[in-house]
């Protein structure tokens, strides 16, 4: 039971490892998933590895090929438009409900994780940028108190994070980022209707011309 227990906890660890690399790109899509240097490289055994590879398949983000490894799925200009669609009415409910919701405590914890991606963008630092522009989108869900957003988020959150996340316009993200702020706090629902879907395009065009980039440097 102890030791059922340590793998459980371990595949967690593994899987978010797994996911952070994703996310941030280190791990490129068609990658693939090697449980034994993966359980190499973290110093686990196989089964924690198989573990997490299962729940990044269930998460969408990992697939596997018949008679083949595990890879980092491969994305479509398709997936990047149906998701961006799901998206953008997802992200704008919910930072409308944040708004209308939130607390002075709420408040304070989004402004935290924005002075972090500010201070990450000045500084230069992608990946840290990256993580506190997520954590900025995630945080708007949590304070929008709505139980089924929340259950969406655990299906849609790490998809949408893997194709939209890794910008590289650090500033100009942390700018709108600061209006979207603004305007939350200001509970102004109607401006925040017309932030939201504006800024989402941005990162869906982002995400088209890396896709593209991706496939000429294919060919």
């Known amino acids: ?18 996911r952070d690399d994703i ?8 990658s693939r998933l090697v449980e034994r240097d993966i359980a190499r490289a973290l110093d686990v055994s196989r089964l924690p590895v198989r573990e997490a590879i299962k729940m990044l398949m269930l998460e969408g983000i990992v697939v596997t090929r018949p008679r083949s490894w595990a890879v980092v799925r491969e994305f479509s200009m398709k997936d990047i438009r149906d998701f961006g669609e799901v998206r953008t009415v997802f992200e704008t409910l919910a930072f409308v409900l944040a708004a209308e919701r939130h607390d002075e405590e709420g408040a304070q914890r989004l402004a935290v994780i924005l002075e972090r991606e500010e201070q990450a963008a000045r500084n ?12 900025f989108h995630a945080t708007a869900v949590a304070l929008a108190g709505n139980a089924g957003l929340d259950e969406l988020s655990q299906v849609f959150l790490p998809r949408l994070r893997w ?4 910008h590289d316009a650090l500033f100009d993200m942390a700018d709108e980022h600061r209006e979207i702020y603004d305007a939350l706090v200001a ?9 939201i879907p504006r800024h989402l395009l ?7 011309e890396r896709l593209r980039a991706r496939l000429a440097q294919a060919i």
């Open 1 to 18: 039971m102890v030791i059922e227990y340590r793998a459980e906890l371990e595949s967690a660890r593994v899987a978010r490892i797994l």
């Open 23 to 30: 996310m941030l790109g280190r791990r490129p899509p068609g």
């Open 124 to 135: 230069g630092e992608v990946e840290r940028a990256r993580v506190a522009a997520a954590e």
């Open 163 to 166: 194709l939209f996340g890794q």
């Open 187 to 195: 509970r102004d629902a109607d401006l925040l209707r017309e932030l």
């Open 202 to 208: 941005r990162g869906r065009a982002a995400a088209e």
